[in-house]
Nanobody, 120 residues
Framework: VQLQASGGGLVQDGGSLKLSCEASGNILRMNAMNWYRQAPGKQRELVALISASGTTTYPDSAKGRFTISRDNVKNTVDLKMDSLKPEDPAVYYC???????????????WGQGTLVTSPA
């Protein structure tokens, strides 16, 4: 099972960007799916979480600007980022807990990271 993240790029302050992450491999169903980010010299931090039932959670830094969504058929999780701020550029990582069999065995996987940068 692996996660493949995409969608990073150069973005202006106030701009928008959409990140996507697709899971592939031996997947029965996806459990919680998350986006994290890590800026240079900083710890990795959670920016959005979506549960298996679709409940979303955001830290204050992302509330009202970031939107996480999932497609349980395609096994994807997206992060729409609006009103980007100077503190948002970072490497963004998707993370998911994946159920791999009917006994409920689960694995946790991380995507490879996708870079969001600003012109500054």
């Amino acid at each position: 099972v692996q996660l493949q993240a995409s969608g990073g790029g150069l973005v202006q302050d106030g701009g928008s960007l959409k990140l996507s992450c697709e899971a592939s491999g031996n997947i029965l169903r996806m459990n919680a799916m998350n986006w994290y980010r890590q800026a240079p010299g900083k710890q990795r931090e959670l920016v959005a979480l979506i549960s298996a039932s679709g409940t979303t959670t955001y830290p204050d830094s992302a509330k009202g600007r970031f939107t996480i969504s999932r497609d349980n058929v395609k096994n994807t999780v997206d992060l729409k980022m609006d009103s980007l701020k100077p503190e948002d550029p970072a490497v963004y990582y998707c993370n998911a807990r994946i159920i791999v069999n009917v006994e409920g065995a689960a694995v946790e996987r991380w995507g490879q990271g996708t870079l969001v940068t600003s012109p500054a």
